[in-house]
């Protein structure tokens, strides 16, 4: 069975991404698997200078996911180049960075610093742990339009924009980002959410609030990957607590190109071969022969 | 580093709330450094608690191998619930090592609560590499005690603090500490503990290196999730799971 998924003319040998942020630039996790599993890797999300993000503590558990607040810590983009590319570059694998700014102009350096150095761009419009850009661009659809055309202009690779979930409706942000050239949008990023220690009466995020992922934002995600479907015609990657083929098959039904997959690889570092695997055995157990027959198979 | 599924051969409460986990693994044991830790899936089909968590190794026998932890949570918590013979899977050995150097001298080592456990597999360590160990071991009450025959066998001198003056010297233990730090010429001093003992430790202001192993939230346990961040001199940025979990005390801040 061939798993190969073409995202704006880049083809990946299989439609199972490594999130951002939740695979560092692949080196640590490369001394437990072979990271060429990975139809693409996306990396962790890079700024142009160096950033120490949050404050501690910047993690904690809750019902069927984890909150975070990393708040983009990385080494910069030069560092990122130097130090990480040449590895990543090592591997059968398509790379796609991240990268995060808090002005336009931010974004469109970032851009064209990389643009040529990597297979796609995944411009972070969502990223809910830092004070400027981020969310707080992602949320406005003229913003995310006025980005998204603004790096498209020196954009040598496919851009892939990613959006928030944290609106009322996030087809408007697909289809700014659609307008303004995008080739590919992701969904979802992370989900506001807070939890407390009713102990000592404190939040249990130092910056209050964080980004909650896992199997709980799940049912979220496919419903948004199935909303923006209908409404635009460029590819979608899906994310949103993919924990298992079972998870991945729903957001391919629902409309997905590809997935992403994020906090299940902190808990199961093998769980790329096992989803390949049994997206694979599902295809052949369905009557598929390809992915592309899977996507927007919803039967209503 | 190595995925490995292990069954478990004991799993004891050793004192309030605190249990002792063994199993056999070869690899583990080959590659055991002292101040290493492993992180354990408790149960792969739950998702509460969702993640992996983190226990130090407390020490190695031939190729058993031991975890100590104390019940704090739902993870916890279904760790203790299982017995001789059932699956775990295991993530490990993580981490670096308290032995960045060898020492020829006396060594003091001190443990405040849960954060005895991985002290035990470096004094065992010290000695094999001829050093005198003192060990400063502080406990609540004498319900919260462990292990503390085992350190007896092992090191020259074992010193006991606690809250309630039960057994040894009555208060904290880095008190007990100060006070024989001064008859002693100590080369090194390790500790491992809750945050306020590693403090006041630090607040010493030793005149020998002093390496501590810290604790932070973290998810994935090898330096990719960023979550387990501490703050170091010059704005460096450390990582508690792939940078350490073992720091030099005057490089990291303990907050």
Known sequence: MNLEVEIAGIKLKNPVIAASGTFGFGREYSKLIDISEFGAICTKGITLKKRNGNPQPRLCEVYAGIINSVGLENPGVEAFINDELPFLKGFDTKIIANINGFTKEEFVELTRILTSLVDMIEVNLSCPNVKEGGMVFGKDPKKVYEITKSVKNVASCPIIVKLTPNVTDITQLAIAAEDAGADAISLINTVSAMAIDIETRKPLIKMVTGGLSGPAIKPIAVRMVYECFKKVRIPIIGMGGIMNYKDAIEFFIAGATAIQIGTVNFINPKAVCEIKEGIEAYLERKGFSSIKELVSSINI | ?255
């Open chain 2, 1 to 255: 580093m190595k995925l490995l599924d292990v069954e478990i051969e004991e799993n004891v409460k050793i004192a309030n709330d605190i249990f002792l986990l063994s199993f056999e693994s070869e690899y583990l044991a080959e590659n055991f450094k002292p101040g290493n830790f492993v992180n354990i899936l408790i149960d792969k089909e739950s998702i509460y608690p969702l993640l992996r968590r983190p226990f130090s190794i407390s020490f190695v026998e031939g190729k058993r191998v031991y975890i100590g932890y104390k019940l704090v949570g739902k993870g916890t918590k279904l760790l203790s619930q299982k017995s001789k013979g059932e699956a775990i899977d295991i993530l490990g050995p993580l981490g670096n090592s308290f032995l960045t150097d060898t020492f020829d001298g006396k060594v003091a080592v001190i443990g405040g609560g849960v954060g005895i456990f991985p002290l035990l597999g470096l004094c065992k360590e010290l000695k094999n590499r001829g050093n005198k160990v003192d060990v400063f071991l502080g406990f609540r009450d004498l319900n919260s005690m462990f292990l503390v025959e085992r350190f007896e066998d092992i090191c020259d001198n074992t010193l006991i603090a606690t809250d309630d003056g039960c057994r040894g010297y009555k208060g904290s233990v880095v008190e007990l500490f100060k006070a024989n730090v001064s008859k002693e010429e100590y080369k090194v001093v390790f500790c491992c503990g809750p945050k306020p003992m590693l403090k006041a430790i630090k607040n010493l202001n030793l005149p020998v290196k002093c390496y501590a192993s810290l604790e932070e939230k973290m998810a994935c346990g090898i330096g990719a999730c960023l979550c387990c961040s501490i703050k170091g001199k010059d704005d460096k940025m450390y990582h508690a799971c792939s940078d350490g979990p073992v720091f030099d005390i005057m490089e990291v801040e303990i907050e």
